[in-house]
């Protein structure tokens, strides 16, 4: 029988992504996720397996790039300025249709911000930071055991659509002890071959990995073959929860470790008989666009809420389209809403117009 | 009637996208010699670089990757760990590998990684229109140096080989040039000689620095470029072999 074990979620995240066979992890020491190389530092080696501290993120998206090129599962971890620099190196996973995972432990910016958490970089996660038409899978855990199952997820979800995918958590999470069940995992993918990968051409014909279009027409086709596989996700790989939403006057909307400050604002909230929900996406991308739409079917107001300036925002402004009226409230650079602030965010609209 | 001379199988029968009198080409065809005669084609891995050459796996018949401008170095780390038993080269020119990339070559051979790195110097910016690149030597006129490279303004030549010979990282650098059949004989030597180090897991990066004409962007005919090697090319970067350890 598996145990719980106590884990902050940095290391309990580095333990599964071994677990779930990655072959290779290159990082640069940033804060709030040191632990993580300094985890893979000890472990990989142990396991028979690549670890390297690269120069720069530049280098480690590029160590990715190489490694999952060879057909090796392979991620990187960072916190945003590090992520920032992962750009190019993420456009060229897509471009190249290269499977990595990247792990973001979003702490406070803009610029060197700070070593707090905060959920600042969705739209670089969700919109693709880079250059060029891509989309990464974007998972937001909620709690350490999540992130956990999350690991095992996302490298499936990598292999099988041959994409980038995003684990986008904070500090807290990063840092939090909660206690873990590590043997916990989501059914393994059906998963291809990796008959792309390049591994010598032996016995067979030269395998090219490449984001060069030129001739006319060629990159539209590719271009057209992403969008295709990004429709499928979209329609495979939702993920959502939601509570109270049935009879809700009030939903709020809101990911990651913020949903958990809203869950309790809206358990209060209900105590004192106000009619609340909550509705949590868990993909960021593919965004849970229709069950949102579904529940703005019935008068309600949203409320988003964020440890940002309004972000998700618009994408949920995008699902109620125009049904339901949306608002926010948010707060970032370090600063997290709490439970107090949201209830009475929650109250000021249950207020009755006199 | 008796073959004496055949195209070796991994250059591709096929014509280039270079420009006439352009040195690509030649380094294409060395590094395919060298790869038929280890017979290491079923297990090399080369890396293009971003540059005239960024098509080079439409010329190679090797499993090739193309990577981001000046990345190629941290590229081949990733594939080298994770299959040490691969010959893995990338083939990078100065812009990609002296400019954007210094951080990533420098710190392969920090890291001194078993990987091979052909650095092609043609003393400019090629695929981008002839700008000045970290290579181009002084009072040189470039489309970005319009009255010749000066050192007040832009700088030096930057000595990249001189400067990766002498880290502990690098097993064998050596320059080398194509503007004459007995420097493209030796240039093939020296490819040779950097490939066979990877594959009896030499501690340490192996480059081979090749000074290759670009015609187009010297704004010369082939033959002049090729004397323009030798003549003025030679005194920022001395051809010589700046460290080979296999020796000692
Ligand atoms: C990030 C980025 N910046 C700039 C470019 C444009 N660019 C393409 S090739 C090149 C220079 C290549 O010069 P070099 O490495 O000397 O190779 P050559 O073309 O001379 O063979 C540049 C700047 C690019 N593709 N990517």
Redesign the interface.
């Known amino acids: 029988m598996s145990e719980k074990i106590l884990m902050c979620g940095n290391e309990a995240m580095a333990e599964a992504a071994i677990r779930a066979g990655m ?2 992890y ?1 990082g640069y020491p940033i804060t709030p996720q040191n632990e993580v190389t300094a985890y893979m530092a000890r472990r990989m080696p142990e396991e028979g397996r ?1 670890f ?1 501290q ?3 993120e ?3 998206i ?11 599962r ?1 991620m990187t971890s960072s916190s945003s300025p590090g992520i920032s620099l992962m750009q ?2 993420i456009s ?1 996973l897509a471009g ?1 249709r290269l499977p990595a995972v990247v792990v973001n432990i979003m702490r406070g910016g803009p610029g060197l911000g700070n070593i707090a958490p905060s959920q600042s970089d969705y739209f670089q996660a969700t919109r693709g930071g880079g250059h060029g038409d891509y989309r990464t899978i974007v998972l937001a855990p909620a709690s350490v055991q999540e992130l956990v199952e999350m690991m095992y997820l996302a490298f499936d979800l990598a292999d099988l659509y041959r994409v980038t995918v995003v684990i986008l958590g904070d500090g807290f999470l990063g840092q939090m002890m909660e206690p873990v069940d590590l043997d916990k995992r989501p059914a393994p993918r059906d998963l291809p071959v990796k008959d792309w990968a ?6 067979r014909k ?7 279009w030129l001739q006319d027409g060629v990159l539209e086709e590719i271009n057209l073959e992403l969008q295709a596989t990004y429709r499928q996700i979209e329609a495979n790989e939702v993920l959502c929860e939601h509570y109270g939403t049935e009879d809700a006057d009030f939903v709020l909307v809101s990911y990651g470790i913020m949903s958990r400050i809203v869950r309790s604002a809206v358990r209060k909230a209900r105590c004192e008989g106000i009619k609340a929900g909550w509705i949590r996406p868990i993909t960021l991308w593919p965004f849970p666009y229709e069950q949102i739409n579904a529940v703005a079917d019935e008068p309600r107001i949203f409320l988003t809420v964020e440890m940002s300036y309004g972000q998700m925002l618009d994408d949920v402004k995008l699902a109620v389209a125009g049904k339901c009226p949306v608002l926010f409230y948010g707060r970032a650079g370090g600063a997290v809403p709490t439970v107090e602030e949201v209830l009475g965010q929650i109250k000021k609209l249950a207020v009755p117009v006199a | 009637m008796q073959t004496i001379f055949e195209r070796t199988p991994t250059l591709k029968d096929c014509p280039t996208h270079y420009c006439p009198g352009c040195g690509h080409g030649i380094a294409h065809r060395l590094i395919s010699e060298v790869i038929d005669e280890l017979d290491i ?5 080369g890396i ?1 670089p971003v540059g005239c050459a ?2 080079a ?1 439409n010329y190679l ?8 401008h000046g ?1 190629a170095p ?6 080298k ?3 040490p038993d ?1 010959i893995i080269f990338s083939y990078q020119g100065d812009g990609d590998l002296a400019s954007i990339g210094a ?2 070559i ?2 392969a051979v ?2 001194a990684e078993h990987i091979t790195v052909i650095f092609i110097n043609n003393a400019v910016y090629g695929m981008t229109g002839g700008q000045m690149a970290p290579t181009t030597v002084e009072k040189q006129i470039t489309q970005t140096t319009p009255r010749g490279r000066d050192h007040n303004n832009e700088g030096f030549p930057l000595q990249v080989s001189e400067i990766l010979a002498v880290m502990p990282g690098t097993i064998y650098v050596e320059r080398c040039s194509v503007s004459n059949p007995g420097q493209v004989r030796h240039t093939k030597k020296s490819i040779k000689h950097a490939f066979e180090l990877q594959m009896k897991n030499a501690p340490g990066l192996s480059l081979v620095e090749i000074l290759s004409p670009c015609p187009t962007y010297w704004r010369m005919s082939p033959s002049q470029a090729m004397e323009w090697i030798e003549e003025v090319m030679v005194k920022s970067f001395p051809l010589c072999c700046l460290k080979d350890l296999s020796q000692s």
């Open positions: 072959d290779a290159f690549v390297v690269s120069e720069s530049i280098a480690a590029n160590m990715v790039f190489g490694a999952s090129a060879v057909g090796a392979t190019e190196g060229y190249a390049l591994t010598g051409a032996d016995g030269q395998n090219i990995v490449r984001s060069l | 084609t079923s297990r090399t891995i293009a960024v098509l796996y018949d090797v499993d090739m990757i193309e990577v981001a990345r941290a590229v081949a780390t990733g594939m760990r994770v299959h691969k951080g990533e420098l710190h920090h890291r």
